[in-house]
């Protein structure tokens, strides 16, 4: 039987691309999102893919949602924590809604979808859990600091799941994209994208979704089990670490 893949955040942008690609990979997916029906029910038409509306900063909602998948196509063997936002401002203007919202949906988030999912694992003895961080939490960003801690967050929680579930056949690993090219990011003005972000970007353009995409499945295959509590970038070599 094909293996199980919910990916959170599943419907648009980097997530659509991840839920593509692991069902052309042979996964019976499953893609959440939050409130834009019209764009669900369109990726599920075009699809094929079943779409699970449910707030990920929600953890009784995210245990429902989840449960609604499981009923649907069983026990969940892949997870992708990729549902993020941003609510830029510089710190010194920031309010503190803008903080908790990054904190919730981007960090609480780690909690709210796993929690429900790495019993199960566990018990089965396998899981591959991938969680989408940023490289601006790695090397901070002016009127990120809600957004850089929540993805630097997400890098720490990743290393302790790995090391408490190393020995039951679940790895943990993170990837850490650079600019790719998503609403995210077609929301930055152009002006400031030719001449404040491609200069810091070797490789000379934008990330596309299908990049990060392929990471996902290479991490998420069976063969991939020696590698976990990683953090894989995926940046065009703006930062390395
Ligand atoms: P998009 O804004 O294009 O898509 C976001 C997806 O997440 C949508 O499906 C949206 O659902 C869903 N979502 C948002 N909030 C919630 C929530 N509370 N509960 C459930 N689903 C939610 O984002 P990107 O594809 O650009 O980003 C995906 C991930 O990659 C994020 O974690 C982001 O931080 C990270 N990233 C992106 C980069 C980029 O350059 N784009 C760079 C580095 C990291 P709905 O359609 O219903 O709103």
Redesign the pocket.
Known sequence: MARVALV?????????AISRSLKEAGYRVAA?????DE??NLFKDQTGIPVFK????DAAACENGIKAVVDQLGPVDVLVN?????RDGMFHRMTFDQWSQVMR??LD?MFTCTRPVIEGMRERGFGRIIL?????GQKGQLGQANYSAA?AGVVGFAKSLALENANKGITVNVIA????A????QAVPEEVLKTKILPLIPVGRLGE?DEVARAVVFLAHDNAGFITGSTLTANGGQYMV
Request: hydrophobic share 35%; glycine share 16%.
């Open positions: 959170t955040g599943g419907t648009r942008g980097i997530g659509a959440n999102y939050a409130g834009n764009a669900a449910f707030d990920v900063s990729n549902a993020g936002i941003t949906t981007n988030s989408i961080s940023s490289v601006n993805k994209p650079g600019y790719i998503t609403e995210m990011v979704a």
